[in-house]
């Protein structure tokens, strides 16, 4: 079995390509029952977002599997694959496995660290298992990755430095103020970051949000945006110290605020610290304004700054992650080498309790006379030798299972102990449950295309 | 004897290796180093506990009290707060700080005058207000070192701020408000505690009938901090003074309190340095 992963993303294809390669929600559990059906293809997830579209399959042989996906792509989709061909990337095994952990922990997004594609990941997980379309791999697998993701996020600062400038306003606000309850805010102007960043502050406490704006009505349809007052510049200037954040991004030619009119704001401010935050280019706030003590001046290029210092610091995170994805990379490939044994685990357990259930009943008839607790006691003993003598081959079948001759040692285990047969059993009983719930699935199908039918005919029928 | 000196030994190498944990917390933060830190520190401080009751159960004449006791009460004071701090509040920085300080007076105290003494005797009638004295003084002292750390944290973060220079250890500092008000809150406590031990410590004087060591310089050095503080007290509150000019006012008290404790040797009978 092999896995792989076939997809378009943000780095290989504009929008104009990706927006052709969308799944509505309500089509995905169709499109998963489609792809599970798909040649070659057992298992299967579809992540669909905004920047990326991705078919994750387990497939029982890799020799032309990324065909059946490009065709059921085809299919789906009503493109030719001449199409959409060069933008597609395919990842086998290690690589794909590599590719959705980076994908689930944030490292593969626009905004490194962004914890958004875990909750996506996940969804597209659940909805895979509710319809059936996933098995023993990817339940391991895909748990597995938003584990690492959570324990990712939780265990370095990948998301928390702001990687925005409006957000980057925000925490400068916060290393000042600390929290905005009972803080003002005052808008200048009518640009969309400056609007952006109120925003984020409102939406973070700020209580009051004062907005001004050359054009009095445009200031009112701001104001109502933030349930905030509308004022003309000269209310401004004159309500300048009931500001905490003050926000400007005009068009002006000239400075909107100079360095006296603050001096006098802070003058009326007793001691509390003002924070300025000129957006605008070119500068609407007089420079000289950062030499008033209490005031804080910020401008584009310093907001900027900040944005990229944070983008270090989550690349220098992301390094981190990449080292707990090796490491669980490797517990995967161990744990995906178990899975071969399992079967001959099981079988030597249920011949042992069948021998051990044959002795048990022999004993029963050679000695009628014991009682209900002596047949407690030697059975309880008798299990404990079965198990004891067991303990020890299973352990070492499954450190073998981890072993460059690992193929040759399961077939000396199966051997040893004579598993030939209930192996074959075990295999033959699981075909046919499978056969049973699809021919049921079948039946269920047909079922409800009936009921649905009836229906329609029902209406139709007066 | 020999087994007391080791037991101090391995308490000052705890306590510098906590401090490393904290240190190596800050400069690439890690939950498991910081976890690390914190228990040793706990480890210090359980041991620096112990310690400080079994003296109090076996050193039953409370007439000569040791340096080495007084600075490692004092140490340990600075270790309780800041373990408390740090239960409640955020501030890493803080901690690691002033467990510096603590550590430092701690390893000086192991290491260079155990023996000095705090001689009590003297001062028979009024023993019981000297102790009281000392008691409100080691608090003072602790608190307001604890405001001097902050108001330095609040001057780092305003000269980072003011000066628009971003760094990651921002982020891992309480807002420059929160500061201020840890320093004003310092102040609060402290000058209080402050001013009841000095008028603690007049009263013991008058009650000795040596009401001529009032004039020694020691007294009135105390007095001019106690004054430095109140003024800090009356910038932030009435006079309104921004939080970069009253934290240095606060920095500049606290020197003052340090002047102080310095100019021990220039007195008449508080002289045990």
Partial sequence: ?462 | MVFNHYLYVMLIYVYALSLLFYFSDLAEPSRRAKRMGAGLLTFVWVMQTGFLIYRLTTHRDMSTITLFEYLFLFSWLLITISLMMNRFFRVEFLVFFVNIIGFVLLAVNLFSRPSAEIGLQSWGQAIGLLYIHITLITCAYAILTIGAIFSGMYLFLHGKLKGRKWSASMRRMPSLESIERYVYRTALIGAPLLILSLAVAVASIIVEGKSALLLDWKVFSSFVGLGFYLVYLVRRNVLRHGGASTAKWNLASFAVLLFNLFLNSASQFHNWT
């Fill in chain 1, 1 to 462: 079995m092999h896995i792989v992963v076939v997809g378009l993303n943000y780095k290989t294809s504009p929008v104009e390509v990706r927006e052709k390669f969308t799944f509505a929600e309500r089509e995905l559990p169709q499109a998963l029952r489609q792809l599970k059906q798909t040649n070659s293809i057992m298992e299967c997830v579809i992540v669909a977002t905004c920047n990326r579209t991705e078919i994750y399959a387990v497939v029982d042989r890799h020799q032309l599997c990324g065909h059946h996906i490009r065709t059921f792509m085809e299919q789906w989709f009503g493109l030719p694959r001449e199409q959409f061909t060069s933008h597609l990337y395919m990842y086998e095994d290690d690589r794909a496995i590599e590719h959705l952990m980076r994908v689930t922990c944030g490292l593969d997004s626009m905004i490194i660290g962004e914890t958004q594609i875990l909750g996506q990941i996940r969804d597209a997980f659940l909805l895979a298992q509710q319809e059936k379309a996933t098995g023993t791999l990817f339940n391991m697998l895909f748990k597995q990755a938003v584990t690492l993701a959570k324990r990712a996020h939780s265990e370095t600062s990948i998301g928390e430095a702001a990687v925005s400038v409006s957000y980057a306003a925000v925490e400068l606000g916060k290393r000042i103020f600390g929290q905005f309850h009972q803080k003002t805010v005052m808008i200048i102007g009518a640009g969309k970051m400056s609007e952006l960043t109120a925003k984020h502050l409102y939406a973070n406490g700020a209580e009051q949000v004062l907005v001004v704006n050359r054009t009095y009505d445009r200031a009112v349809q701001l104001a109502d945006k933030f349930n905030g007052v509308p004022l003309s510049m000269e209310d401004a200037v004159r309500r300048l110290h009931e500001a905490d954040i003050i926000i400007s991004s005009t068009g002006s030619d000239g400075y909107v605020l100079r360095r006296a009119q603050v001096q006098e704001a802070m003058q009326r401010r007793s001691s509390r610290p003002l924070f300025m935050i000129d957006i605008a280019v070119p500068r609407d706030l007089d420079p000289n304004i950062a030499d008033v003590e209490g005031v804080f001046l910020y401008d584009i290029d310093d907001l900027e700054g900040i944005v990229e210092s944070n983008l270090e610091l989550r690349r220098a995170e992301a390094a981190k992650i990449e080292t707990m994805i090796l490491i669980e990379m490797d517990a995967f490939r161990q744990w995906y080498k178990t899975l071969g044994v399992i079967p001959l685990i099981r079988s030597l357990q249920t011949k042992a309790a069948a021998i051990h259930e044959d002795t048990m009943e022999s004993l029963t008839n050679k000695l009628p006379d014991l009682d209900e607790r002596e047949l407690k006691v030697i059975r309880k003993l008798t299990k404990s030798i079965v198990n004891q003598l067991l303990q020890d081959p299973i352990l070492r079948v499954k450190e073998m299972a981890g072993d460059k001759h690992a193929a040759q040692s399961m077939d000396m285990f199966v051997k040893l102990f004579a598993l030939e047969e209930p192996l074959a059993q075990a295999a033959a009983a699981e075909r046919a449950a499978e056969l049973e719930a699809a021919a049921e699935l079948k039946r269920l199908k047909a079922q409800a295309q009936g009921n649905a039918g009836t229906a329609g005919l029902a209406a139709v029928t007066p």
